[in-house]
Every structure is written in C-alpha cells, then in structure tokens.
C-alpha cells in the first residue's frame, strides 16, 4: 500500500488575525465581561492568518444553523473537488481510476452525502465505493487513511481517495462567550485535503509517495466530555477540556511505543513525524510525550501558523507539505498521528 500524493485546497479569502478579532471584538462588543482575555486568548493560539469559505462580511446574514449548513454543502462541494483534481493530477491518476472514496467531515451535514455529490460533479465512476464519515474531529485525517489502506489491502489493484472537508468558519456560535468558543473563534480554519492511496498491485513509480506499513486505532474509555459538539437547534458548539493535553501526555508516549514494539521500532527509528496541528498546547504535549524537538514538527506548527486548525484536514495538510518541502530519505521510517473525539488516536506507519 503507499500514499501517491496528498493535495490541499483552499478558499481564496484570506484574512489575518488581527482583521478577524476586530469583526468578532465588534460583533460581540459590550457583551464580553474582559475584552483583554479574548485577546490574549487569541494572542496563544499560534495562529497569524487562516481561510474563510465566504467574504468576511457575508457571515452576518447566516443567522440560522440551516444558512450555515447550506453555504457549508456548497463550499464543501466546490472544495473538495479542487482538492480531488489536485491530488489525482499530483498521482498521474484519472478520476475514472478511482474505485472507493472516503469522505471525511465534522463541520456540516448532507444527504447526499458530499461524496454522492462529486460522483455528479467529476463524472466519478458510477460504481464507486461510497464512504461518508461523520463525528471523528481532528482525528479523521489520519483514520480516514487507515480506512482506505484497508480497502486497498483487501483489493490490491485498485486505487481509492480520502477527502477531508473542514469549513469550520460556518460552526462559529456568536452568542456563545464560554472560552471554549473564544479558543475555537481564533484557532479553526476552512481548507480541504485529499489523499490518494494505491494497493500493492497498482503499477506506480516507487518514489511516488510512502508505504503504508500498519495502522493502530486507540479509544480511551470515559473521555467523552473531553473533546467534540454539543448540538442543538442553532448548530454545533464547540466542547473544548483543557484536559486536553493532559490526556495526550498520559496515553500518546505509550500508544506509540506499543505500535512500534510491535513492529520491532522504537521512537529513536522514526525520522519523520506527520501530526495533527491541534494547537500549541496540543503540539507542546505531543513534543513531550514523544520526547522530541519542536524543530521535528517543524511542518505542524508552520501549518497552524499559516491556516489554523482545520480538523480532520489538518494532518493531510501536514502530509502534503512532508510530501512536497520536506520529503525524507528513501527508507526512512515515518509516523503520521492524530487524536480527536472519542477521546482516540490513530497512528499510521509510514515508510518513504
């Protein structure tokens, strides 16, 4: 099995940090009880600019959860195909290649499924193996990987795509002020990313992209309130513990170590690290449970700095630039991690 490219798509509003605190400073204005807390909170995400799907302005007029999800399918829609043709474009692969598609998302809903709606749009093969994926977060990247690498282990031949779709600007709740939504407000991001992944009969140059050598799932029991939603009529709000880190330093060492054991690894062998953004707290409490330097995830916080957080797309993202920047030595040895609701993990063995 082996990733043949990863590709990254992006709205083409850009707006930098301080443009998009002063609309929210103005937006919630006498309502907030320590305006100085909302700027230092966003002072601490690690975040200096990030994509929006719509025109600042155009935001004041979704005033419903059902404006949000409908400019959520449209955008997504428009997104993920530019994503798609990138990445098949990048893998010298054709649409008609395509045999499964896994559609990854936790910032909107559709039925049809985003998915169902390129197969119209890209003219994608009428007997493709659809996949949708709700309520996996942060950590849909990576799983979504593991996912299709299990569909091209058990058919060989054929090649499938992962999407991951996160216009996380339309979840925004602005008669929330918990710090919660304060964080979220200044750390999540729009952008999409697609992954192309072959099987091990699929006739492709060697140097096209990494093997994928195994993957490990991981759910840690009673940690639901720890990360995710809390939907209600106006949408989703965000639910954001600060236990956060403190469970990626209790379980994160340790799960590593496990999986490499049990290919004859240990963390000294990896020489590349593809990991989810997260937030600077989060990527803190990786480098420490991992007992690395932050030079080694050097591409994880050039991303948040760049584009913020965007969910399941976030590890994609991180990938494409491994892939296109800094792409390691044939032979090194790779891991590609995530955490998310559930609390969970994914890990993914890679070898270049």
């Avoid at 909170?41 to 949000?68: C, H, M």
Wanted: aromatic share 8%; glycine share 8%; with cysteine.
């Amino acid at each position: 099995m082996r990733i043949l490219s990863a590709a990254t798509a992006f709205p083409r509003h850009k707006y930098s940090q301080r443009v998009l605190l002063e609309a929210l400073s103005f937006e919630w204005g006498s309502k907030l009880e320590n305006r100085k807390m909302l700027d230092r909170l966003w002072a601490n995400v690690g975040v200096e600019e990030r994509y929006l799907s719509l025109p600042l302005t155009s935001y004041y007029a979704l005033d419903t959860f059902g404006k949000n999800n409908t400019a959520w399918m449209k955008a997504a829609e428009d997104l993920g195909s530019q994503a798609i043709c990138s990445a098949l474009t990048r893998a010298a692969q054709a649409t008609s290649d395509i045999r499964a598609l896994f559609f990854v998302s936790i910032t909107g809903i559709s039925s049809p499924s985003i998915d169902a709606k390129l197969v119209n749009r890209m003219g994608l093969p009428l007997n493709i193996r659809r996949t949708p994926i709700f309520g996996l977060g942060c950590v849909g990247g990576a799983a979504g990987i593991s996912r299709a690498a299990d569909y091209v282990k058990a058919y060989p031949d054929q090649i499938a795509v992962l999407l991951s779709v996160e216009l996380c600007s339309f979840t925004l709740q602005r008669d929330d002020l918990s710090i919660a939504n304060q964080i979220s407000a200044g750390l999540f991001g729009d952008g999409a990313a697609a992954v192309v992944i072959a099987g091990k009969d699929v006739p492709v140059p060697e140097s096209s992209g990494p093997e994928i050598l195994a993957t490990q799932s991981s759910f840690y029991p009673e940690t639901e309130e720890v990360m995710g939603w809390a939907i209600s009529e106006k949408g989703f709000h965000i639910v954001l513990s600060p236990e956060v880190p403190d469970v990626i330093l209790k379980y994160l060492g340790r799960d590593v170590d496990a999986f490499l054991a049990s290919h004859d690894l240990k963390r000294s062998d990896i020489g590349s690290w593809v990991v989810h953004t997260g937030g600077p707290k989060i990527l803190q409490a990786t480098q420490t449970a991992l007992g690395i330097d932050p030079s080694v995830i050097s591409m994880s916080w050039e991303a948040l700095r760049t584009m913020g957080n965007l969910s399941s797309a976030s590890v994609l993202a991180v990938l494409e630039m491994t892939m296109t920047r800094a792409r390691p030595a044939p032979g090194t040895w790779s891991i590609l991690a995530a955490m998310g609701p559930g609390f969970c993990s994914e890990l993914v063995l890679l070898r270049w």
